[in-house]
């Protein structure tokens, strides 16, 4: 049992890491505060006065901003679906005894190691380019017209793009969790006669909701953020503009700080919603 000596010490040890956590949270969120409430315009005379609540008015009166809220949450909604579904079928292959199966596993999850501006150039380039593509030539193969998928298909392109680098995350940890289930419940119902389906649904699906729950609101909390794979491959255009693209827009081109410092505001306020959301939903997994 800790005594007061033990827990006392732990805190003051803990608290340098504590403090510099705090501050890296908090002059950010006040910096942002702060100039969302200001006219700031660093290539137009800095700071032109105090604008109150303009900068927010403006921002939510975009006609950008709600498509870019909506094509978010399509993004969001899209990755998390793919990474789940073919991440549990990957976790349940990669459990089962193979010839190789040590680098067959660090292949699978090797992806996510791999720069998100990095594997979108890939994507655009190697698979997706209209002209050179795999993929073309793969619909060249089967006689159809090639897909020129930035733009024809390019909000499915930057859900296939993600959904390819965060697969190995979601697959290593339900693969984690399937390889801590009690063998002896699938071995027990195999003997009753109970067919693969059956023994997934009411055995291995329900042991896998907690990892399921933790991949959900890991991966939200980073999705929700997602830029680099928007801004190498479409730039925003054909309806691939996110919140966070709609921000950057909004400071480095049009050089008004405060306008997009209360658009992060918002991000801020939409990332809650949706974390409360999830935790009040799904997050009752982790009780």
Do not use: C
Request: net charge neutral; glycine share 8%.
């Amino acid at each position: 049992m800790a005594t007061q000596h033990s827990r006392s010490a732990a805190r003051i040890m803990m608290a340098p890491a504590v403090t510099l956590l705090l501050g890296w949270m908090l002059v950010p969120l006040t910096a942002t505060l702060y100039l969302s409430f200001r006219d700031y315009r660093p290539m137009r005379g800095g700071d032109l006065g105090f604008a109150g609540f303009e900068n927010y008015t403006r921002f939510i009166g975009s006609s950008s901003f709600w498509p870019s809220i909506v094509t978010t949450l399509i993004i969001v909604g899209g990755v998390l679906a793919i990474t789940i579904v073919f991440g549990v079928l990957l976790a349940l292959l990669l459990d089962r005894p193979m010839w190789g199966q040590g680098v067959v596993r660090i292949m699978v999850i090797a992806p996510f190691f791999v720069m998100p501006t990095v594997s979108a150039l890939v994507w655009k380039n190697m698979f997706m380019d209209p002209t050179n593509g795999l993929l073309s030539h793969l619909w060249r193969f089967f006689g159809a017209e090639p897909v020129v998928w930035m733009s024809e298909q390019s909000l499915l392109s930057i859900i296939i793009i993600v959904s390819w680098q965060w697969l190995p995350f979601a697959t290593l940890i339900l693969l984690t969790a399937i390889q801590s289930l009690d063998g002896e419940q699938l071995e027990a119902s195999e003997m009753d006669g109970a067919p693969v389906l059956a023994r997934f649904w009411y055995i291995i699906l329900p042991h896998l909701s907690r990892a399921i729950t933790i991949v959900l609101l890991i991966q939200t909390i980073f999705l929700l953020s997602i830029f680099a794979e928007i801004f190498v491959t479409t730039g925003g255009a054909f309806g691939t503009k996110t919140l966070t693209y709609l921000i950057f827009q909004r400071i480095i081109e049009s050089q008004a700080v405060g306008l997009g410092s209360a658009g992060g505001v918002y991000a801020i306020i939409l990332a809650n919603i949706v974390a409360i959301f999830l935790m009040r939903i799904v997050g009752k997994n982790l009780d």
